[in-house]
């Protein structure tokens, strides 16, 4: 059924990290109405693993008030939903009929996913079946909405290439002294973590989908995410629209983790040798580009790919960044705790056109990104919990019971 769409932007994990600060810029910066849906599991599974965030989580109704009080504007709405009940993704659906959806609700950690088979299916069952009742509610109600899903880079992890294509392409290969050919391919994925088999299970579905049903779909291969704040609520005066911000080492991103270390003066701790490479892009960079995929032009149809990062660095490389900056920071490794690849090849990653302007000065970007992280959780140095920061989660097939 190919219904009319509105204006509205729907954003799916509308209290997370991400999906609380595109909220807040698409709001801001947009004549937009947003809608934010969540079903605060995020925050059950933080309490089970331990976690803490840096800065007092407020409730959405609560940050969505105050964005009403500082900017005077009310097109910031939230609605709580399961996504995994598929007559309640349809009701919201139908309710706003959206111009555009961003799914980023996702169970994100590598590590929740490696730490029980029941952490491991919720994963699954978060970033799977949620996604599968959004495409189908989509298909069913509203095809002429764009679906924008948030993927992940290291999808590509495992994958030894010298290259990331954006779309399909041909390939060729050499078995047996014979050549062979695979024709209009995405480059395969592997992973190395349940977290990561579930987006490449996405990225396969958003596929099929958008052949079978004619959805315009993007997926965004997302890197590493790092940042505290966007201009919108950086200042001491806004901490009421703070985002969630982990620092452990279960949900807390490796440059996140590296800057409260280095707030309270306690060592960075570099897993293995360092030599594992990681996409990055700031939270102020990520915003701006979603703010551009929500604008692309996609076809009924299309699966549009691309991968939203401005920076490939190894562990130690960010840690070296880092010290640059304060000089008196040490540096300790770690017996990795995780499976991680050693490829002989450093790939290069084809960036979208719409997105290519965010490399200009890039690194000094990134410079004075980490300095502003630095400040800003300075103000709740008091607050950090060394305790949570060192890794407790290994990569280690379950014991056999005797």
Known sequence: MNQSVDNTVMILGGDGYLGWTLGLAMAHRTDRQVVLVDNFVKRRWEKEAGAKVLVPLESPQRRIAEYERIFGKRNLSFEKVELLDPEAVEHIIAKYRPAVVINAAQQPSAPFSMSSAKNAAATFSNNVAAHLNVLWAIAHLSNATKYIKVGSGGCYMATD??????????????????????????????????????????????DLCSKMWGLKVITVQQATIFGATIPENHWTEREGLAARFNYDAVFGTVINRFICQMVIGHPLTVYGDGTQKTGLISLTDTAVNFLKFADLDVTPGEHMVVH???HRLSISEIAERLADISPSTKINYLTNPREEPT???????????????????????????????????????DDIDPSIILPEVKWLAAEKKA
């Open 343 to 381: 490829g002989k090849l450093d790939p290069q990653v084809e960036v979208h056109e719409a997105i290519k302007a965010v490399d200009s000065n890039k690194d000094a970007r990134l410079r004075e990104e980490m300095a502003n992280m630095l400040e800003f959780a300075s103000r709740y140095k």
């Open 161 to 206: 290439t010298d290259y990331v294509p954006l779309g399909k392409n041909d390939f060729t290969f050499e078995l047996d002294g014979q050549q062979h050919k695979v024709l209009q391919s995405f480059l395969p994925m592997q992973a190395t973590d349940f977290y990561h088999q579930s987006k490449i299970t996405d990225f396969l579905i958003d």
């Open 308 to 310: 939203n990062y401005t």
